[in-house]
């Protein structure tokens, strides 16, 4: 199109085809650039282009499904926009690309397609005239008042003054939106409103064929109408408020800043107001303190002057009903029946006596003074005892409610004070979410496995931790997230710890220590007849009427297939036993003579004459049915055929005889987090330099109480009559001693093996053997003095449950044994050594040669 007064585009274009939508003139708009051809324009017109008459390129809608985009040149549309490329943008990832911000200038109709590769190039003819967008004023003379085209003009800017005038004009894009139907031609008006309300590309693609200014107005005055009548509809299901007779809009924002197209989005400030109001009312009635009240009637006041759309908004909004909802004067009512609380905790767990002593004190010294302070307890003690379990068993006794915290692994100090609210994603810590979770704020919190908390770049925990359990801060403790004080003194915590070796000093000190120890055989059996038994029986879906256990399956379960201090281990197993019965019940209960055992038989004395249930069928005798020999409602007994039949050979064995057999082997006491074990230590001697080996992955103290031991015999040997291999009186002389502490792959330290090591030597250096049934533990000095050690209930549990009858222990610790069951006291002799002399004579049948004040009974074995 030819014009000897208007500016003209040039006559040939490159061609930029769109998948992404219409651009229209008067319209800014992105277009991601992606393909071959494109990504040639770009390279090779943009970029390399000086004038401004080379950042003019053609954008043409590609009708074509981007997914079925070949290398040949679809057809074109024959109606395109010529554009201004205001900006290039290039980007690698995901994939190489660039993005471009143009300018809608005027149509152009394709005249001629001059060249296809790398990118299309046509010749173009222009359709509008660039002028009109330059002359506010002037109008056409096709648009005159009396015409038609003059109507059409006129309804479509009342239309356009309408739907403005429904949108709040505080908001910018609005107020500038407002402004642009003054200034802009009304011949404009139809290309820029097009672009900016819901329209589909296939209408926004009629606009763009439009190339009459009358056929325009008419395409495009009803989208316009369209969206006004929605968004009248939408005002009145949102029912806004009486007193205010505003509707509000949201514009999308960047509606009409240049480069990017907007849309309408419905808004409304009429329920806000309401919910607003509604969260005052419950700032006011969360009795919080007045300190909090007031920092939430000051996010209340920004929250009221803060438009919906602003991103703080959500944020203020989350942190007041955070605060609305905790438990500021929320509370359960203690249930101080001291009987009721016994008889509750005696029928949730046997056993554990300082436990339940300490919860009962606790309800007592509640019924003299109503305003005490939750006790902070910490339940240390090898896995599988039931610790977190009885947390949960005191917050039924006290009628509170019960909170887990699982702190293993924890390393970031903000799952325990929170986020500060200024970081993006901030949330509270554990304890106040926590509280938040129970509703009230004097529930049982457990602090499980807090031993086991780490440490990074985020902070200590464990340092977070000490304002939570410290009984006089915890009256205010903050959260970064609320920074607000909040009370936790009502708050009874527990904590649970396998040692307490890894918690730091400074937070062990502000918690009471509970040890809860391992369990005795007597006591296993009976908490699996009491609890485990009928808990696995109700898992697998089995009745006592289809299985029974008699005590003295669980007795072979607990010595020959479990070797712990808890019952974790012992659970499994009757789970295995109730997963082989119930195959057999699922199968019709067609259990043979042999794989079944009458109830009548459940009693010790009848269990070599029956089989309990068996892992196969055996052969009918004398063709006896199964039917016949075994009725379907017969329990099915478990006596040892079957209990090896389901779980296999023993993995444990009384091996202490056994491998006492030479010189030069004692057993040992030790402590570990898992509970006592007992440990064999071993001495051989060869032709040697004197040199003394040490073997078992041991720890720095246990080799020095290596070489107290060493040296304390070498110091003694005559008065022992210890000697060499060639008979000489130092027994290093001529001869390498090897000490091997057997598990090689188990690290191994602490000072309670001297006295065993001192044994182990004397019998290799005597050619005696060590009694099989003692075990000893203690520390030693150079002098010959046998000091305390720690665990000795472990210890003695562990020498217990492998058969041994006697145990060493040092005469300091005497006192300790009032905390081994009286059952466990009755088979085991306790010998109480003070020095070397009296261990020595208590390892040894006779006691050992040499020594001057042989050892008396009633001095040193106590029958406890």
């Known amino acids: 199109m030819s014009s000897n007064s208007g500016i003209q585009i040039p006559s040939r274009l490159p061609l930029l085809l769109t998948h992404e939508g219409v651009l229209l003139p008067g319209s800014t708009m992105r277009i991601s650039v992606e393909t071959a051809r494109n990504m040639h324009l770009v390279k090779n017109r943009l ?26 040149l679809p057809t074109l549309h024959s109606i395109g926009t010529a554009g201004l490329a205001v900006q290039v943008v290039g980007s690698n990832w995901p994939k190489p690309h660039y993005t471009l911000l143009i300018t809608g200038l005027c149509r152009f109709r394709v005249a001629q397609l001059l060249k296809e590769g790398p990118f299309p190039v046509a010749e173009v003819e222009q359709l509008d005239k660039l002028e009109q967008y330059t002359s506010p004023d002037e109008m056409s003379e096709a648009a005159g008042p009396d015409g038609e085209l003059g109507e059409l003009s006129q309804r479509f800017y009342q239309a356009a003054v309408q739907l403005v005038g429904m949108l709040d004009m505080s908001v910018p894009v609005v107020a500038k939106l407002r402004r642009l139907l003054d200034s802009l031609p009304r011949e404009t008006l139809p290309d820029v409103l097009a672009s900016m309300i819901h329209t589909s590309n296939k209408e926004k693609l009629q606009v763009l064929d439009a190339v009459s200014l009358e056929e325009r107005f008419k395409k495009t005055l009803p989208l316009l109408t369209r969206q006004i009548e929605g968004l009248k509809l939408l005002q009145k299901t949102r029912k806004p408020r009486l007193d205010d007779d505003k509707r509000v809009l949201a514009v999308r924002k960047g509606g009409v800043l240049p480069g990017r197209q907007f849309s309408l989005d419905e808004e409304g400030d009429d329920e806000d107001g309401d919910d607003t109001a509604v969260l005052e009312r419950k700032v006011k009635g969360a009795n919080m303190p007045e300190p909090a009240l007031r920092v939430c009637l000051k996010e209340l006041k920004r929250l009221k002057k803060m438009p919906q759309s602003m991103p703080e908004y959500a944020l203020t909004r989350n942190y007041l009903d955070l605060m609305v909802e905790l438990p500021w004067s929320k509370s359960t009512t203690d249930c101080l029946d001291i009987h009721a609380a016994r008889v509750l905790l005696d029928s949730d767990h046997y056993a554990m006596e300082k436990l339940k002593r300490r919860v009962l004190e606790y309800l007592a010294v509640r019924q003299l003074k109503s305003t005490l302070k939750g006790p902070i307890l910490c339940f240390v003690g090898p896995p599988g005892v039931g610790k977190t379990s009885v947390g949960r068993s005191i917050a039924r006794t006290l009628g509170r409610e019960f909170h887990r915290i699982a702190l293993g692994g924890v390393c970031d100090q903000s799952d325990i004070r929170g986020h500060r609210r200024t970081y993006v994603g901030s949330m509270p810590g554990r304890i106040i979410n926590g509280l938040k979770t129970v509703g009230v704020n004097n529930p049982v919190f457990l602090l499980d496995e807090v031993d086991k908390l780490g440490k990074s770049l985020q902070g200590d925990p464990a340092s977070a931790l000490l304002e939570v359990l410290d009984p006089e801060q915890n009256h205010s403790f903050t959260d970064h997230y609320l920074n607000v004080a909040f009370d936790l003194s009502q708050v009874l915590f527990i904590a649970t710890a396998n040692s307490t070796a890894t918690i730091p000093p400074a937070l062990l000190d502000r918690m009471e220590v509970l040890q809860v120890q391992g369990y005795t055989q007597e006591e296993k059996v009976e908490i699996a007849h009491r609890h485990l038994i009928p808990h696995q029986l109700e898992q697998h879906g089995l009745t006592p009427q289809q299985l029974q256990i008699p005590q003295d399956t669980t007795q072979d379960i607990i010595s020959k297939y479990t070797r712990e201090a808890g019952v974790r281990s012992l659970e499994r197993k009757i789970g295995a036993i109730c997963r082989a019965v119930a195959v057999k019940v699922a199968e019709g209960h067609n259990v043979t003579k042999s794989e079944a055992a009458p109830a009548e038989r459940s009693a010790p004395q009848g269990a070599e004459h029956g089989e309990g249930k068996r892992g196969r069928r055996a052969e009918e005798p004398d063709g006896v049915s199964a039917d016949m020999a075994a009725p379907p409602d017969m329990p099915i007994v478990i006596d040892h055929i079957a209990l090896k039949d389901i779980l296999g050979p023993h993995v444990f064995e009384m091996e202490v005889s056994e491998r006492l057999t030479l010189p030069g082997v004692a057993v040992g006491l030790a402590w570990t987090p898992l509970g006592g074990e007992i440990m064999f230590v071993e001495a051989s001697r060869m032709e040697g330099e004197g040199q003394l080996t040490l073997t078992g992955q041991l720890g720095d103290v246990m080799k020095e109480s290596a070489h107290l031991a060493m040296s304390w015999l070498r110091s003694n040997a005559k008065t022992y009559q210890l000697t060499n291999l060639v008979g000489g009186s130092d027994p290093l002389e001529g001869t390498d001693i090897h000490l091997h502490f057997p598990a090689g792959a188990v690290t191994k330290d602490g000072p309670s093996a001297g006295v065993t090591m001192v044994t182990v030597l004397a019998s290799l250096f005597s050619g005696r053997l060590v009694r099989s049934d003692v075990a000893m533990t203690g520390e030693i000095t150079l002098r010959g003095l046998v000091l305390p050690v720690g665990g000795i209930k472990d210890k003695v549990l562990a020498a217990h449950r492998a058969g041994v ?47 001057s004040n042989p050892l008396t009974l009633p001095h040193i074995v106590s029958k406890l």
């Not at 954008?59 to 499904?65: E, Q």
């Not at 060493?808 to 005497?814: D, M, Q």
């Open 805 to 851: 009858k006697c145990v060493i222990i040092p005469k300091r610790n005497e006192k300790d044994l009032e905390e081994i069951p009286a059952n466990v006291r009755k088979e085991l002799d306790f010998v109480t050594a003070s020095n070397l002399d009296e261990v020595l004579n208590a390892a040894f049948d006779g006691g050992f040669p040499g020594m």
């Open 47 to 72: 970029l390399k282009g000086t004038s401004l008459k080379s950042t003019i390129i053609g954008v043409i809608p590609n009708t074509r499904d981007p997914e079925y985009d070949t290398e040949d």
